[in-house]
């Protein structure tokens, strides 16, 4: 028996393969929640990609069961899951249709969908009776437009209800877009259960170090301008310039493994740098109260993507005009300003992206409604600048001072009490 038709992924334009890379950013939510749960993969085969990638993904209290894909043996699918041994086969269960399962804090479309909006409304209505209140939805689609953009455009709009989050995997043949939906809202508590999330348009290095998506592009940029410059200017050394300025750039974007403190008290530091100053004030943007402001100052030396200071829930962002004075100045707090807010279980913390003398382009990739880590990236300012920690005063203590360097994702700025 295959599953329901309700449920298919929808119409097929053409061959689209999940590849290993796709896949473990597909089951990213599975991987990220750090307590036993159920999750549901449906329409896998015995040499899915996505399913062997849910299997590696599993903790030790974990459980999936696994719908086979149309036209896909229950028989053979069990034989695969059995000869993985007894630690997967006391994990994973494979049943016959959709209806033998229950309700999962993860559920996995392990085929594509490509589509209409109409046939991917309909195959996410089929799947939505199998959430639990706050599961995420995992579904893929084709990243170049044409008959796909149907489904891309309704899996954008479904993204919009309540946030988690997209990805582009370029190495993928061919590209995929991958969302990450939450068709019910989720409290902050929940972000406390999980780690930070994979990224997988960061391109690594080693197993410690990766380049940001944003790094590629810029080293692109210099090495196309280079090819250019040589084909124009043949008997020139001006090519030398963008060539030679390729690395650097590209390690400007750098982006390192980090070891988040588990302590549930500890508040770190939301970028590298040095604390500029630590202080008390009111903002009455952020509500009433009292604020304990730890403003740190990135050099264009330092790692310039954001992480996520504690455990929350994304519940507003907005942007601030201003100038573009020297981040390290006091009037820098006056310079364009990307305000991201989080609901935490400790109250509400604000991060400050501000823009410098140099950094003009601050990149946000958490949307409302989306669970950060404690730690985990959510987004970078170019080049030289700014960013604030704003913890509510009566709530944290500041276990750093001006002068101090920190590390983001890793240093401990505050402590809860």
Not at 270 to 285: C, I, T
Request: glycine letters at 8%; a neutral charge; zero cysteines.
């Amino acid at each position: 028996m295959t599953q329901s038709p309700a449920v298919r992924p929808p119409g097929r334009p053409g061959p689209v393969r999940i590849g290993e890379r796709a896949a473990r950013t597909l089951v990213t939510e599975l991987a990220r929640l750090n307590h036993p749960k159920a999750a549901l993969l449906v329409g896998a085969g015995p040499q899915s990609a996505v399913l062997a990638a849910a299997i590696e993904a599993l903790l030790p209290g974990d459980r999936l069961t696994v719908v086979p894909a149309e036209g896909a043996s229950a028989a053979a699918l069990r034989d695969h899951v059995t000869a993985q041994g007894r630690w997967v086969a006391d994990r994973v269960r494979v049943v016959d249709s959709l209806a033998e399962t229950d309700a999962a804090e993860v559920v996995i479309a392990a085929e594509p969908f490509l589509g209409t909006a109409d046939e991917t409304r309909t195959a996410i209505e089929g799947l939505t009776k199998y959430l639990s209140d706050g599961a995420v939805l995992s579904v893929a689609t084709a990243a170049a437009p044409g008959r796909t953009a149907g489904a891309a455009a309704e899996l954008e709009r479904q993204g919009a209800l309540h946030g988690v989050g997209t990805d582009l995997v370029l190495r993928n043949s061919p590209p995929v877009r991958l969302f990450r939906l939450r068709l019910t809202p989720a409290g902050p508590s929940a972000a406390d259960q999980l780690a930070p999330a994979h990224r997988p348009s960061s391109v690594p290095l080693t197993r410690a170090m990766h380049i940001d998506s944003n790094g590629v592009a810029a080293a692109g940029i210099t090495l196309g301008l280079a090819a250019l410059a040589r084909l124009t200017r043949p008997k020139s050394k001006l090519w030398l310039l963008p060539a030679l300025a390729a690395a650097p750039v590209a390690a400007f974007f750098r982006d390192p493994e980090r070891d988040v403190p588990e302590d549930p008290t500890a508040v770190v530091a939301a970028a590298d740098g040095q604390v500029l100053s630590v202080q008390r004030l009111h903002d009455e943007r952020f509500g009433d109260g009292e604020w304990l402001r730890v403003a740190v100052f990135l050099s264009v030396l330092d790692v310039h993507v954001n992480r996520a200071p504690v455990a929350g829930k994304v519940v507003d962002y907005f942007v601030a005009d201003g100038g573009f004075v020297n981040a390290m100045k006091p009037d820098a707090e006056h310079n364009v300003a990307a305000y991201t807010v989080l609901d935490t279980t400790h109250g509400t913390v604000v991060v400050a992206q501000r823009t410098g003398l140099i950094a003009r382009r601050i990149v946000q990739r958490a949307p409302i409604g989306a669970l950060l880590a404690k730690g985990e990236r959510f987004g970078l300012i170019r080049f030289g600048s700014r960013t604030d920690v704003y913890l509510p005063a009566e709530a944290a203590d500041p276990l750093v001072g001006p002068g101090d360097k920190v590390v983001g994702g890793s240093s401990v700025i505050a402590r809860w009490r």
